[in-house]
C-alpha cells in the first residue's frame, strides 16, 4: 500500500514538473565558465540546496510561509547543467502562479546567487529577469572628484596663459633687436661703382662721400 502511494505521489508530480509547463521556470547554470578549476560537481546535494534556496525565497512572500524544501520540484535535470523547476502547493495539489515565484526569485536573487558562487550570466532563470545590483558607494565621496577635475582645469588653464603671455613678451623683444640689426647691415655695406669702392653716405652723422668733393673742398685751408 505505502509503495502504492509512493507511485502516485511521483506521478503526481511529473505531472506538475514538465518542460515548459504551467508555471515552471527553467534554470541554467555554468559552473566551469565561472569558477574553473575550482568548479564543483551538481549533484543531489547541490539540488537540495537550491530547493531549500527557492523555499526560503517564497517564505518571504505574503501567506507562503509555510512553504518546505519539499514542495520544490525538479525534472529534467541534464549535466551541463540545466533544469525545470516548480513550486507546489500541497493543500490544492497544484503549482504556485508563476508571478508569486518569480517575485520571490527576484528579491532573492543575490542571497541564490551567493549560495553557488555564482551571478546572474552564470546562474540563470530564463523567464526571469535579472535584477540590478544595488549601487555601491565610491570609496571617495562624488564632489571630491568634481573639484578635482575643475582644479586641474583651472591649473592647466593657467599654465597655459602664461607660457602664451611669455611667448608674446619674447616677440616683442626680439622685434626691435632685428630691425637695428638690419639697419647696422645696411650703413656697414660698401657699394661699387665702375670698379671704384664708394663708402655709403652716412645720412645719421652727416657724412658726405668724398668722391663728390671738389678738389678745393680737398684741400685744407692753411
Same mark, same amino acid.
Given at each position: 500500500?505505502?509503495?502504492?502511494?509512493?507511485?502516485?505521489?511521483?506521478?503526481?508530480?511529473?505531472?506538475?514538473?514538465?518542460?515548459?509547463?504551467?508555471?515552471?521556470?527553467?534554470?541554467?547554470?555554468?559552473?566551469?565558465?565561472?569558477?574553473?578549476?575550482?568548479?564543483?560537481?551538481?549533484?543531489?546535494?547541490?539540488?537540495?540546496?537550491?530547493?531549500?534556496?527557492?523555499?526560503?525565497?517564497?517564505?518571504?512572500?505574503?501567506?507562503?510561509?509555510?512553504?518546505?524544501?519539499?514542495?520544490?520540484?525538479?525534472?529534467?535535470?541534464?549535466?551541463?547543467? *540545466?533544469?525545470?523547476?516548480?513550486? +507546489? /502547493? #500541497?493543500?490544492?495539489?497544484?503549482?504556485?502562479?508563476?508571478?508569486? &515565484?518569480?517575485?520571490? !526569485?527576484?528579491?532573492?536573487?543575490?542571497?541564490?546567487?551567493?549560495?553557488?558562487?555564482?551571478?546572474?550570466?552564470?546562474?540563470?532563470?530564463?523567464?526571469?529577469? *535579472?535584477?540590478?545590483?544595488?549601487? +555601491? /558607494? #565610491?570609496?571617495?565621496?562624488?564632489?571630491?572628484?568634481?573639484?578635482? &577635475?575643475?582644479?586641474? !582645469?583651472?591649473?592647466?588653464?593657467?599654465?597655459?596663459?602664461?607660457?602664451?603671455?611669455?611667448?608674446?613678451?619674447?616677440?616683442?623683444?626680439?622685434?626691435?633687436?632685428?630691425?637695428?640689426?638690419?639697419?647696422?647691415?645696411?650703413?656697414?655695406?660698401?657699394?661699387?661703382?665702375?670698379?671704384?669702392?664708394?663708402?655709403?653716405?652716412?645720412?645719421?652723422?652727416?657724412?658726405?662721400?668724398?668722391?663728390?668733393?671738389?678738389?678745393?673742398?680737398?684741400?685744407?685751408?692753411?
Amino acid at each position: 500500500m505505502l509503495w502504492l502511494l509512493f507511485f502516485l505521489v511521483n506521478a503526481i508530480q511529473a505531472e506538475l514538473c514538465q518542460p515548459d509547463a504551467e508555471n515552471a521556470f527553467k534554470v541554467r547554470l555554468s559552473i566551469r565558465t565561472a569558477l574553473g578549476d575550482k568548479a564543483y560537481v551538481w549533484d543531489t546535494n547541490e539540488e537540495y540546496l537550491f530547493k531549500a534556496m527557492v523555499a526560503f525565497s517564497m517564505r518571504k512572500v505574503p501567506n507562503r510561509e509555510k512553504t518546505e524544501i519539499s514542495h520544490v520540484l525538479l525534472c529534467n535535470v541534464t549535466q551541463r547543467v *540545466s533544469f525545470w523547476f516548480v513550486v +507546489t /502547493d #500541497p493543500s490544492k495539489n497544484h503549482t504556485l502562479p508563476a508571478v508569486e &515565484v518569480q517575485s520571490a !526569485i527576484r528579491m532573492n536573487r543575490n542571497r541564490i546567487n551567493n549560495a553557488f558562487f555564482l551571478d546572474d550570466h552564470t546562474l540563470e532563470f530564463l523567464k526571469i529577469p *535579472s535584477t540590478l545590483a544595488p549601487p +555601491t /558607494d #565610491p570609496p571617495v565621496p562624488i564632489w571630491i572628484i568634481v573639484f578635482g &577635475v575643475v582644479f586641474c !582645469i583651472v591649473i592647466v588653464v593657467t599654465t597655459l596663459l602664461v607660457l602664451s603671455g611669455i611667448r608674446q613678451r619674447r616677440r616683442k623683444n626680439k622685434g626691435p633687436s632685428e630691425v637695428d640689426d638690419t639697419e647696422d647691415k645696411c650703413e656697414n655695406t660698401i657699394t661699387i661703382e665702375n670698379g671704384i669702392p664708394c663708402d655709403p653716405l652716412d645720412t645719421k652723422g652727416g657724412h658726405i662721400n668724398d668722391v663728390f668733393l671738389t678738389e678745393d673742398e680737398r684741400l685744407t685751408p692753411l
